[in-house]
T-cell receptor
Framework: DGGITQSPKYLFRKEGQNVTLSCEQN?????MYWYRQDPGQGLRLIYY???????QKGDIAEGYSVSREKKESFPLTVTSAQKNPTAFYLC???????????????FGAGSRLTVL | AQKITQTQPGMFVQEKEAVTLDCTYD???????LFWYKQPSSGEMIFLIY??????QNATEGRYSLNFQKARKSANLVISASQLGDSAMYFC???????????????FGTGTRLQVFP
């Protein structure tokens, strides 16, 4: 079945460490996204990518980095510069970014990062 | 800047009853899209329904319908015949077009937690 796989589902990190969250999709979607979710808040966009080797900052990109070396993969690195990294991270993909219709995002199951 | 507002942090509904989850939005664009997603306790976001700004009919998908009132800038989700499995967080979202990058993104409201009781 096609979908998005995020790993790990749970991750614990010590302060000062970088961690990388994996996101893989087999939907043949061009666009991929990373969102962050905090309790009582909606989803906030961290980074997004339209095509391989290209990505753009979202609303809260500071302290994060991404790469898009393959169409299927869009890993997110949470660096030590991110001051409040404890959150739930969701990866998503869509057929393309620009659409006049229902460009529906398909989401993964998420990764929960806790900084100790 | 575009904005989505969900003013109900939590809602309760009895099984088999209908429930309305509120969503208002703010945009200066003429062309936009509105979405509703469901997030069960497992965490993943599940797409429910979409309404385009030029759609004259309210969108419907099974037990879900979207009460779209353009002049009031509201896009409320109506769930008919609630089931216990409907208990989840529900998010309203709007597509925002970014002209400088010729791309778009979704912006989300803060969500409403729906609990269905027997």
């Amino acid at each position: 079945d096609g979908g998005i796989t995020q790993s790990p589902k749970y991750l614990f990190r010590k302060e000062g460490q970088n961690v990388t969250l994996s996101c893989e999709q087999n939907l043949n979607h061009d666009a991929m996204y990373w969102y962050r979710q905090d309790p009582g808040q909606g989803l906030r966009l961290i980074y997004y990518s339209q095509i391989v080797n290209d990505f753009q900052k979202g609303d809260i990109a500071e302290g994060y980095s991404v790469s898009r070396e393959k169409k299927e993969s869009f890993p997110l690195t949470v660096t030590s510069a991110q001051k409040n990294p404890t959150a739930f991270y969701l990866c998503a993909s869509s057929i393309d970014l620009v659409s006049s219709g229902a460009n529906v995002l398909t989401f993964g199951a998420g990764s929960r990062l806790t900084v100790l | 800047a575009q904005k989505i507002t969900q003013t109900q942090p939590g809602m309760f509904v009895q099984e088999k009853e209908a429930v309305t989850l509120d969503c208002t939005y703010d945009t200066s664009d003429q062309s936009y899209g509105l979405f509703w997603y469901k997030q069960p306790s497992s965490g993943e976001m599940i797409f429910l329904i979409y309404q385009g700004s030029y759609d004259e009919q309210n969108a419907t998908e099974g037990r879900y319908s979207l009460n779209f009132q353009k002049a009031r800038k509201s896009a409320n989700l109506v769930i008919s015949a609630s089931q216990l499995g409907d208990s989840a967080m529900y998010f309203c979202a709007m597509r925002e077009y970014l002209r400088s990058y010729n791309t778009d993104k979704l912006i989300f409201g803060t969500g409403t937690r729906l609990q269905v009781f027997p």
